[in-house]
């Protein structure tokens, strides 16, 4: 069961960037501020004030408190509007939004958050009754639904879940309560973002439901109750929380589609230069480290699209310094022919014998698997024998051609390289990047190009990036890449899928 209650989860996390005036963002004149403390147990402690920046905490100040308790802080450049947690040893920490010019608050380290007055602050006495009514009501709820898990009576079940939709009723009106009688303050924008868009069902004509409607119009309301145009919300964790749920669960998985609502995500946000940086480098960085195969695709088009320069145009990630942003495009430029989807670069290189040149775009099988490797490799020597016999028993009867293509480039390497292939029988297409014609080729590369094969056949490491090995690859029937650093098992469900796929299609056309 999903839970009923809307919640602000607030967590840990720090990110360093800095603030840009946009809609609703302070000015350096307005981000003077005095927060004043009295906190009883802590008389003559070190007192830290932290700032939220996404869903994390970043130390911003430190002050120590006098005799009776009182910490006051009031530093010349100011805080930035935004959700703190004030930090006493422990260490324990209360929260509070800061975007008045005066803040007066008490509390005893003996009960930090329950113990919380507000002296001055009409905000934060909003958002402190507000939190604890959400605290109420979630444990009511909770209960609630204990027992409605616990009973195996139909009629009270349907009590006890109308009790909790009354819950989740009574919490939506106090959210919209409070919307209403605080408009323009900080405390309303964050209560306002923290509400869900209604999901319409939306109905085909026979009255059943379209559940692509229902959910494409719940994608397209996601950020209807979020200012993307106010800066300030970057400091709650409220913001990042939708974020991150919305780029990895609201859209698919599916590179193409990410690509597309990220970029009209980031246009939305195109108008503040501290939203910008959030979004670009959020989604690049997950992407760029995911391990789900095909999300590279989406690193290669934020890089492309907004860090890397084009067309003349410097890219607009300001941020980075120039090394580092050579070092992303450079990567992103190697990536970028062997996403999924891509057409593979032909691979044109002899066989052991170096007298017989294999076209890799002209073996017949309506599948290949490329497999580079080096001979002098000891994780290729373990897999490339496994993978041979899972190739004769699964693979080859699904019409599918390995195609082995082997660094030989001295004359220890191509020795050791025909040695191996020998030893493991291994009968499938053996191509490399042999010792004498790479030996000639470094001399007079026109002895081979373009009459016996091409430049990035002979440059196939750069071609593919092929940095470390083995390194797998299976293209289909066009020669498009399918599949990177599969399991034979893997290939084999991914075959059966692509072969469905494809008969659904020429089904659909007849």
């Keep these: 069961m999903r839970h009923l209650l809307p919640l602000l989860v607030f967590a840990f996390a720090s990110t360093a960037c800095s603030a ?15 927060l004043e403390f009295v906190i009883k147990g802590g008389e003559k402690d070190s007192i830290f004030l932290a700032n939220y920046y996404g869903n994390k905490l970043y130390y911003s100040d430190t002050a120590v408190s006098d005799a009776k308790g009182r910490v006051v802080f009031d530093r010349a450049k ?25 803040i007066v608050m008490e509390t005893d380290t003996a009960n930090l958050s329950e113990g919380l007055i507000v002296k001055k602050s009409h905000e934060n006495q909003v958002f402190l009754s507000y939190v604890r009514f959400i605290n109420k009501q979630r444990k009511e709820a909770e209960g609630v639904n204990k027992e409605r898990e616990a009973t195996v009576d139909t009629v009270k079940k349907s009590q006890l879940r109308e009790r909790l939709v009354a819950y989740e009723k009574s919490i939506k009106d106090y959210q919209l309560d409070l919307i209403a009688k605080n408009p323009g303050t900080y405390v309303a924008t964050i209560v306002r973002m923290s509400i869900s868009p209604d999901q319409e069902a939306i109905r085909l004509p026979d009255g059943t439901l379209d559940s692509s409607a229902t959910y494409y119009s719940y994608r397209t309301h996601f950020w209807d109750n979020t200012d993307l145009a106010d800066e300030r919300i970057l400091r709650t964790p409220v913001f990042q929380n939708k974020f991150d749920e919305y780029i990895s669960k609201v859209v698919p998985q599916i590179p193409d589609t990410i690509n597309k609502c ?6 939305r946000m195109d108008h503040g230069e501290e939203l910008f940086k ?23 088009h934020m890089a492309q699209t907004y860090y890397c320069p084009n067309a003349g145009k410097p890219g607009r990630a300001t941020w980075l310094s120039s090394d580092k942003l050579d070092k992303l495009c450079e990567r992103a430029r190697k990536q970028a022919p062997i996403i999924i989807g891509a057409q593979a670069k032909n691979i044109i290189l002899p066989d052991t014998t170096e007298q017989n040149w294999i076209n890799m775009y002209k073996l017949p099988q309506e599948y290949v698997l490329v497999v580079f490797w080096d001979p002098h490799c000891g994780h290729c020597k373990k897999t490339l024998p496994d993978l041979y016999t899972q190739y004769k028993e699964k693979l080859r009867p699904l019409n599918v051609e390995v195609c082995a293509v082997s660094k030989a480039t001295d004359s220890t390497l191509f020795a050791d ?14 191509i490399g990047l042999t010792w004498n014609v790479y030996q000639e080729a470094k001399q ?29 690859f299976l293209l289909d029937a066009e020669r498009k890449i399918v599949g990177k650093q599969l399991t034979p098992d893997q290939m084999v469900d991914l075959i059966a899928n692509l072969k469905k796929r494809k008969q659904r299609e020429l089904d659909k056309g007849k």
């Design 20 to 34: 840009q005036k946009g809609s609703g963002e302070a000015t350096s004149t307005t981000d003077r501020r005095r």
């Design 262 to 267: 990220a970029d009209d995500l980031i246009r």
């Design 78 to 102: 100011g805080y930035k509007a935004g959700v703190y947690a004030v930090v006493v040893p422990g260490p324990k920490y209360f929260e509070i939004l800061v975007n008045e010019p005066s």
């Design 278 to 300: 959030f979004a670009v480098h959020t989604i690049t960085y997950k992407y760029e480290t995911s391990d789900i195969m095909g999300m590279d695709a989406v690193f290669v």
């Design 444 to 472: 007079n590369p026109n002895k081979y190009i373009p009459k016996l094969t091409t430049i990035e056949s002979l440059n196939y490491a750069d071609a593919w990036d092929v940095y470390s090995t083995p390194k797998i």
């Design 417 to 430: 390289w025909k040695a191996f292939i020998r030893e493991n029988k291994m009968d499938w297409v053996n």
